[in-house]
């Protein structure tokens, strides 16, 4: 059982940046494809970046692409999404998520992922 943690999060002005970082327990997320999602209050939850295992390819939403970065660092079993250019509307709770079944090491096609984090608050107030 794979258990994610995000951490990171907090509050910044616009136009600042932050880190966040997606670790694991239970096993170790190097062999997984790990997503970043973010659901602010009143809206729906969001894809916004996943990158497979071998952190060879990447995807972004296209309002945060140039903005945000994912990577991993397998040394330290960690995935993370460095965040610049921050704009309020970037406020959510970020969650880091991964898939199960065949094709785990690959970003989901059809976005189903089964192990969640519980999330970090990043707020950017302008």
Known sequence: QLQLVESGGGLVQTGGSLRLACTASGSSLA???IGW???APGKERD????IDSSGG????LTSVEGRFTISRDKSKHTVYLEMD???PEDTAVYY???PSGYGY????SD???TYWGQGTQVTVSS
């Open 105 to 108: 090491w690959e970003c989901p």
């Open 37 to 39: 999602f973010r659901q």
């Open 111 to 113: 976005g189903k992922y």
């Open 47 to 50: 894809g916004i970046s996943c």
């Open 85 to 87: 250019s921050l704009k």
């Open 57 to 60: 390819r990447t995807n972004y």
């Open 31 to 33: 062999w997984y494809a």
């Open 96 to 98: 880091c998520a991964a």
